[in-house]
Nanobody
Framework: QVRLVESGGGSVQTGGSLRLSCSASNSYTSGKCRSWFRQAPGKEREGVAAIRFDGPTYYVDSVRGRFTISQDVGKNTVYLQMNSLRSEDTAMYYC??????????????????WGQGIQVTVSS
């Protein structure tokens, strides 16, 4: 069973930075897409960024230019560097994984494996 574990969340002031990590076990980077989603209170879960096993990255417009997704194949870990954070970035952030064909999809239903989520809070 694939297990995804997020870390690195917390509280930060507006304009600050955080880096999230998603460590995968019982899985390999090859052939996979790993994505970050987030869910704010009272809102639906939304896609944020994704990275394909061979390198291409995908971002939603609201984070493009501020967030950077990357991966360390040797550590089987995906990162989300979040800069210039805004209050609207406050949410529970989730790591998700499925086959590489899901990259670019922001539909929850397309991803089979999920982490437990980690809270990011941005305050002024």
């Amino acid at each position: 069973q694939v297990r995804l574990v997020e870390s690195g969340g917390g509280s930060v002031q507006t304009g600050g930075s955080l880096r999230l990590s998603c460590s995968a076990s019982n899985s390999y980077t090859s052939g996979k897409c790993r994505s970050w989603f987030r869910q704010a209170p009272g809102k639906e879960r939304e896609g944020v960024a994704a990275i394909r096993f061979d390198g291409p990255t995908y971002y939603v417009d609201s984070v493009r230019g501020r967030f950077t997704i990357s991966q360390d194949v040797g550590k089987n870990t995906v990162y989300l560097q979040m800069n210039s954070l805004r209050s609207e970035d406050t949410a529970m952030y989730y790591c998700a994984e499925d086959r590489w064909t899901t990259c670019g999809s922001w539909s929850e239903a397309d991803f089979q494996y999920w982490g437990q989520g980690i809270q990011v809070t941005v305050s002024s």
